[in-house]
């Protein structure tokens, strides 16, 4: 089930759609997608997809109604946040849009992004962990895309912030040793 605003299935601007999560590389993202909108007059289109507890097939095996209800406000809240920790008040100086839709991230993208012309900008996938568990969003888009698919690197302070994690876990010095 899947739901999207028809002003962006009928508009003639080519149209840039950033996925949206709220990670740092989401971010990243929506930045840069809001950067190629003003290089080319064209829209973006923020998107957030969201799933019930235990994906559809459990929720198929133990509706609850209220949960889900409960889950898309945190998805609509989440987005929202996401916009504001990126653009500030004022949002972005370019036509742009978002929605949240509900299925999984990789498909609810590949549908939304379905003409030749658009452009599917994806932050680039989390930890090593969480893509040994799951396959890559940015994989799925760029082997079922009909447009172009930009994978935005992770930023500098992503990577500095896994490293002072990892340091963290392993109590390991944060600060550098001084040289003597």
């Known amino acids: 089930m899947m739901y999207t605003d028809e002003r962006w299935n009928t508009s003639i601007k080519r149209r840039i759609i950033a996925g949206v999560s709220g990670s740092l590389g989401s971010l990243a993202a929506l930045h840069h997608a809001v950067a190629e909108a003003r290089r080319g007059d064209c829209e973006v289109l923020a998107v957030l997809a969201w799933e019930p507890p235990g994906g559809e097939h459990g929720y198929r095996l133990s509706p609850c109604p209220p949960l889900l209800a409960e889950v898309r406000k945190a998805a609509v809240e989440r ?48 930890s090593l962990l969480r893509r040994g568990l799951r396959r890559s969003v940015v994989s799925y888009c760029v082997e079922h895309a009909v447009c172009p698919v930009l994978a935005v690197p992770r930023p500098a302070l992503q990577h500095e912030l896994e490293s002072l994690r990892r340091r963290h876990l392993w109590h390991l010095p944060t600060e550098p040793l001084p040289t003597s």
Request: glycine share 16%; aromatic share 4%; net charge negative.
């Open 79 to 126: 987005l929202r946040t996401a916009i504001g920790e990126a653009f500030g008040a004022d949002g972005p100086d370019v036509d742009f849009g978002s929605v949240v839709i509900r299925g999984e991230t990789g498909k609810a993208l590949i549908h939304l992004a379905d003409r030749p012309d658009d452009l599917l900008v994806l932050g680039a996938s989390g």
